[in-house]
């Protein structure tokens, strides 16, 4: 399959079959990922790659208790990570500056770059791989499990297995609406009615509503999916695990 129609292919996999994943394809899948682009050729980085099914047992609590954490056979956790540079600096009488802000983001782009890296190899071997948003949520608790040290912290993990569904395609948003031309281009009103005019009236956005008993598919993302109290109290969280390690 060419790249593009694999790209457009992709949909999150939320249940797996039970089959391994063969070493040497896990190996070709990481090395995909060390392929991506990353700040300064530093690789400010760690991809921790999780299959014991002891660890994967606590994992599962730390993300929500999300099923596919226990059923996909690989687990990989990508953490942004100034740690080993620093050592290796420390150790050649150079004097590392990275434990803050900007090289927290620099690691987060890093390991984000690798995790779609990873993704796209991981589905050229035809398996399926789910995003966990909730590595940001619960930081503190994977810290702990995996044993991660001061200079490192956890930005994003992939769930990756092979498929045990097909789900159907999820739309997006029309290009119009995430391209600018030339410089930025606030939206209006009508844009706006336009653009998410497929997803509102989609027979998803009517079944939501109906079962959170709202009005707008709006209000299902701000009063019962990602609510202010949520982002507060995990922003804070977060926060305090970037001061645990180190990066301010
Ligand atoms: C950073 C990030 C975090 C995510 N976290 C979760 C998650 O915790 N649970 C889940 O079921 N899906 C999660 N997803 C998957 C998204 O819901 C999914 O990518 C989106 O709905 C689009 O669907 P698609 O990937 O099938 O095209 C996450 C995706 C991203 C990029």
Known sequence: MHIREQIAAHRSIRRYSPQPVPDDILRQILEAGVCASNTGNMQ????????????????????FKQDMVLQAPVLITFCADVRRF?????????????????WFCNGSTDAVLAAQNVTLAAESFGLGICYLGTT?????????????????????????????????????????????????????????????????????????????????????FTDCRYTHKDNVRMSEAYLQAMKQQEFM
């Not at 760690?46 to 993300?63: C, F, G, P, Y």
């Not at 620093?86 to 900007?102: F, I």
Request: hydrophobic share 40%.
């Open 86 to 102: 620093g050592k290796w600096c420390a150790a050649r009488k150079a004097q590392p500056s990275y434990r803050n802000l900007l």
């Open 44 to 63: 400010v980085y760690s991809m921790i790659v999780t299959r014991d099914s002891h660890l994967k047992q606590q994992l599962w609590e730390a993300h």
């Open 136 to 220: 940001l949520y619960n930081a503190a608790s994977i810290i702990d499990i995996l044993n991660i040290p001061p200079g490192v912290i956890p930005v994003t993990t992939l769930v990756m297995g092979y498929p045990d569904e097909q789900p159907p395609l999820t739309g997006r948003l029309p290009l119009e609406a995430v391209v600018h031309c030339d410089v930025y281009r606030d939206c209006s009103e009508d844009d706006l009615s336009r653009w998410y005019a497929a997803t509102e009236t989609s027979e998803q956005a009517e079944k939501l509503l109906q079962i959170n008993k709202k009005e707008t598919l709006a209000q299902v």
